[in-house]
Nanobody, 123 residues
Framework: QVQLVESGGGLVQTGGSLRLSCAVS????????MGWFRQAPGKEREFVAG????????YYADSMKGRFTISRDNAKNTVYLQMNSLKPEDTAIYYC????????????????WGQGTQVTVSS
């Protein structure tokens, strides 16, 4: 499986911004889809955003559009999630995922996962 390591999580105030990074093992870009998911305590894992390795095509959960942006830097083998206008309800563990199919939004469609990074938005 693909090796994924998330970073960039932390504590931020309501309205603030944060950028998460997902370092991907060499050779994984160019195949299938990368995604970001999040999971809050007591809730199921939910889709946030996805991006194709090769084309850079992106897609989002409707509730994330306009605030979150997924991108990738192929030269650095890194996928990012820029989060703006953060709200307390964004508090969750954020996971990077790999090897999804085009347009995948379900956790079960992704075959590789990172360990997650905690994002906490305070009031």
């Amino acid at each position: 499986q693909v090796q994924l390591v998330e970073s960039g999580g932390g504590l931020v105030q309501t309205g603030g911004s944060l950028r998460l990074s997902c370092a991907v093992s060499v050779g994984t870009f160019g195949t299938n889809v990368m995604g970001w998911f999040r999971q809050a305590p007591g809730k199921e894992r939910e889709f946030v955003a996805g991006i194709r390795y090769d084309s850079g095509r992106t897609y989002y959960a409707d509730s994330m559009k306009g605030r979150f942006t997924i991108s990738r830097d192929n030269a650095k083998n890194t996928v990012y999630l820029q989060m703006n206008s953060l709200k307390p309800e964004d508090t969750a563990i954020y996971y990077c995922a790999a090897d999804g199919s085009s347009g995948s939004r379900r956790p079960g469609d992704f075959r590789s996962w990172g360990q997650g990074t905690q994002v906490t938005v305070s009031s």
